[in-house]
């Protein structure tokens, strides 16, 4: 429990786990490495970067979406300190073609990632839009 208890004192908790559509899984392990699906901060964060939603609130979002991800990596090994590695994060962002701070927002998933693990929280990371 050292990371849910990192977390608690971070302020933060994991939300309920996500509820993936019919024919889908929020996570597949295969081995000892566990493949998580997308997550979302949730459709209080809905908009595109460039137009009415800054960088900042877009970097919180993505902390929020992190959270989200925890909750269904805590569903399917059952405790979030048996995580060894963050090996890869996938970060998509919902923004104008003119926008060119992707990796500025997805850092919030990252950051957090490394505030919560340390090094082992730290992986290869794409930033798109």
């Known amino acids: 429990m050292e990371v849910e208890n990192k977390l608690k004192a971070m302020g933060l908790e994991l939300p309920t786990p996500g509820n993936p559509p019919p024919g889908r899984a929020g996570a597949v392990q295969v081995g000892n490495i566990l493949f998580v699906g997308g997550h979302t ?25 992190c959270l989200s991800c925890l909750a269904d990596v805590k569903l399917a090994i059952g405790d979030l300190d048996r995580v060894k590695q963050v090996v890869k994060v996938f970060g998509m962002v919902n923004a ?29 990371r794409s930033a798109v839009g």
Do not use: C
Not at 50 to 62: F, L, P, Q, R
Not at 99 to 123: A, C, T, W, Y
């Open 41 to 65: 901060a949730g459709p209080d964060h809905a908009g595109k970067l460039g137009d009415s939603i800054t960088v900042e609130k877009a970097y919180e979002a993505a902390r929020g979406a």
């Open 96 to 124: 104008l073609p003119n926008f060119k701070q992707h990796p500025s927002v997805i850092n919030g998933f990252s950051d957090l990632m490394v505030e919560v693990f340390g090094d082992k929280g730290r992986g290869a």
